[in-house]
């Protein structure tokens, strides 16, 4: 069996909330309240995706829908299962919804020095669309710059045979 053979993808529901709210904290601090989480996972005009891994929670991403159009709001990947795909694979779940709701187009902000995430969006077919200066505030650190990043699904070259280096 490969180490891939138990991640699964599905979707989240408001037991999963205090998981991935806690996941959120440590890769985006200082992350949303469960609460949030809670109510996303019921939202009709949102998808909560979580991926697992031997049961344990190894990722998850939130998209919200209006219109034609999608977001993605947050997506996150737990430090120790990083660099398996996971990523990869919760955006090709999300993008298959995206295909079910007649969605044109995702966009997404990503801030200008996260290499790696800026690396698999542009793998997947994302492009930048636009820049918001000092969009991040953070505390301890100056403010970053956010690029808006968008795909068009109709013309992507989404594969799901794509799988992360």
Known sequence: MSERSHFLIGRASPEDAAAIAALHA???PPGWPESDFA????DA???L????????LGGFALFQFAADEAEVLA??????AQGRGHATRLMQA???LCRERFIACIYLEVAETNGKARGLYEKLGFRVV?????YYRHESSASETALVMRLDIARSAVDPEISSP
């Open 26 to 28: 440590e890769a985006l």
């Open 39 to 42: 109510a996303s996972a019921l």
């Open 45 to 47: 005009n949102r998808a």
């Open 49 to 56: 995706l979580k991926a697992t891994d031997r049961g344990r």
């Open 75 to 80: 997506i996150a990947v737990a430090l120790d």
């Open 94 to 96: 999300a993008f298959e």
């Open 130 to 134: 636009a820049r918001r200066d000092n």
